[in-house]
């Protein structure tokens, strides 16, 4: 899985859950309570936060190498 197929992919299985919207190298994820992040590096490194609104805290924060695509839906899910 390349990096664009894995920002479809986000984005499809999100669609119905939050609001979603792309810019530059980062899919943003909404809700009323959360922000979620997936930001896409150089060497296909793939970050991924959740921020939560209310008090500006990051409660969920992992980087991996996209490399295996099941990994790293796996992660995603896990987010």
């Not at 997936?38 to 992992?62: M, S």
């Amino acid at each position: 899985m390349n990096e664009r197929e894995y920002r479809d992919w986000i984005k499809e299985k999100t669609k119905n859950t939050c609001t979603v919207r792309e810019s530059g190298n980062t899919v943003y994820l909404e809700t009323e309570y959360a922000q979620g992040k997936a930001v896409f590096h150089d060497d296909d490194i793939v970050e991924l936060v959740i921020t939560d609104i209310k008090n500006d805290e990051v409660c969920f924060y992992l980087h991996f190498q996209l490399k295996d695509d099941d990994h790293a839906k796996d992660l995603f899910n896990e987010m």
